[in-house]
């Protein structure tokens, strides 16, 4: 099974809908990220988890909300977007924070 | 603040050895790491340099001089299936700086027959 998994894949959303982005890893690992990627610049660290708890926001805006149930599974729920945050929206995960770490596929975020 | 800066892009021909240089700028880091990223791919894990010198693996070395504030990874006996994006990225020191990466912004390598 892929190690780390992330659904949907696209999204198309309007400034007034409220989604989610689903991650999960089957690595066993205790550390999960969101990354953004946007076309010609460098992959930005959005949020660190850490066994389920937040040790990194990294001074994102207040419409991404990540929630981390358990170790396996991250969420970031979009709600209020703007077209800006249209971008590649990466997870990953590694076995301790500082440790290698293991991305999905991304899912393609576009905000109209 | 903390930054990396690599060329954005390099071609190469098939079989040819090329270098992606990757400078930093930033006060303490654990190490330097790249990673792959295929178009509309997954970044993936290459490589990672703790100590400096050169860390082999297969046909990809990287090496690392914290003394020059600069890194590079080598690709030899190029293959097509090298065409991708490669970025170097920090693990930072520090409080509050747990498990965050720095990337540059990324260095697309074409490969050519």
């Known amino acids: 099974e892929t190690g780390v998994t992330q659904t949907p894949r696209h999204l198309v959303m309007g400034m007034t809908n409220k989604k989610s982005l689903k991650c999960e890893q089957h690595l066993g690992h205790n550390a999960m990220y969101w990354y953004k990627q946007s076309a010609k610049k460098p992959l930005e660290l959005m949020f660190v988890?850490?066994?389920?708890?937040?040790?990194e926001n990294n001074s994102v805006p207040s419409r991404f909300s990540p929630e981390c149930p358990n170790s396996s599974h991250l969420f970031l729920h979009l709600h209020t977007l703007q077209p800006e945050d249209s971008a590649l929206y990466l997870c990953a995960s590694s076995q301790d924070t500082g440790s290698e770490q293991y991305f999905g596929p991304g899912t393609r975020l576009t905000v109209t | 603040g903390q930054s990396l800066e690599q060329p954005s892009e390099v071609t190469a021909v098939e079989g040819a050895i090329v270098q992606i240089n990757c400078t930093y700028q930033t006060s303490g880091f654990y190490g330097l790491s790249w990673y792959q990223q295929h178009d509309g791919g997954a970044p993936t894990f290459l490589s990672y340099n703790a100590l400096d010198g050169l860390e082999e693996t297969g046909r990809f070395s990287s090496f690392l001089s914290r003394s020059d504030s600069y890194g590079y990874l080598l690709l030899q006996e190029l293959q097509m299936k090298d065409s991708a994006s490669y970025f170097c990225a920090v693990r930072l020191h520090g409080s509050g700086n747990t498990g965050k990466l720095i990337f540059g912004q990324g260095t697309t390598l074409q490969v050519k027959p």
């Open positions: 988890y850490n066994f389920k708890e937040q040790t």
